[in-house]
């Protein structure tokens, strides 16, 4: 099932499952900006990722001296148990509740939310993550939405760059056997603001940036005014990712990272993680602004 809310520049349209957003199209122009989810290349959309972003190691983590496991990106992907909390003119809300499913997979109780609120032309998409367990609640969020690039026919993917809010010098962090992150890799960001898409930039898997100077990336065309704006500013981590020669381009907002080669696998040592007591509430928004 899926649900939609649109205001006059703008429809979106939200699955149940997954809480995956899977459109965002301009009334003006009818173009749709998501990427659709061809099973034949990527069969997503844009994926919500917690309590764990990409693999980890031995496809599990031990908390307590238990061992569980958990798949990449965790267990919202593709869930059937979210459901619409509430839906208004301009806002939908989903909501999973820890429940017999979560628990084989994950030892606390929790409720997670998330809001997808559009204001003219930009969409937030806020995540509030709740801690009703009588222990500290551990986990890592992120995005994935997947962008449709190039947006018209007799467009290149090579029409298209990545231009960050502030010049950068930045490596990516490699990934390694069974999705797990090496050592810093390649100087990607050379005190640049710029990274041109290429059909081989993902050749060696994702882009992983961490500690950015910027809040925002825009995906941008060279021959028009085109802008579509991710603004990350709750989020330390970023992932740029396609598959090499798609025409899609992920960006990736991350509060967490998948396990390193050399991981403990312990869950309250996990990089990044976040620490939340009881009763307590986390909120983290990212926002995506499209200019055309």
């Not at 939405?145 to 490596?171: G, I, M, R, S, V």
């Not at 603004?231 to 025409?247: R, V």
Request: net charge negative; with cysteine.
């Amino acid at each position: 099932m899926k649900y939609s809310i649109q205001n006059n520049l703008f429809q979106i349209e939200v699955k149940e499952k997954g809480a995956e957003l899977c459109s965002i199209k301009s009334l003006s122009t009818n173009q749709e900006f998501m990427w659709q989810a061809n099973p034949e290349i990527w069969g997503s959309h844009a994926p919500n990722l917690f309590p764990v972003i990409g693999c980890l190691k031995n496809d599990g983590f031990i908390h307590d001296d238990v061992e569980y496991p958990m798949t990449k990106h965790g267990f919202i992907r593709n869930n059937e148990d979210i459901k619409l909390h509430s839906k208004s003119e301009n806002e939908l809300c989903f909501v999973l509740k820890s429940n017999e499913n979560t628990r084989k997979l994950y030892p606390f109780e929790f409720e997670f939310y998330i809001h997808y609120i559009l204001k003219g032309n930009t969409l937030h998409v806020k995540h509030d993550v709740i801690n009703t367990d009588q222990n500290k609640l551990y986990f890592c969020l992120g995005g994935h939405p997947a962008f449709t690039c190039p947006l018209k026919d007799d467009e290149n993917y090579t029409d298209y760059y990545l231009k960050f809010e502030q010049k950068e010098t930045a490596n990516t962090w490699l990934i390694v056997d069974n999705g797990l992150i090496g050592e810093k890799g390649e100087l990607i960001l050379d005190e640049s603001d710029r990274i041109e898409l290429t059909p081989d930039l993902f050749a060696k898997d994702a882009l992983i940036f961490k500690n950015l100077k910027s809040s925002f990336v825009e995906l941008k065309n060279k021959n028009s005014n085109f802008s579509l704006k991710v603004s990350f500013k709750d989020f330390p981590y970023l992932g740029l990712w396609a598959k090499p020669n798609a025409p899609y381009v992920c960006i990736e907002p991350w509060i967490g990272i998948a396990d390193s080669y050399d991981s403990n696998r312990e869950l309250s040592e996990k990089e990044i993680i976040q620490s939340l007591d009881p009763e307590k509430t986390f909120c983290a928004t990212y926002t995506i602004k499209i200019t055309e």
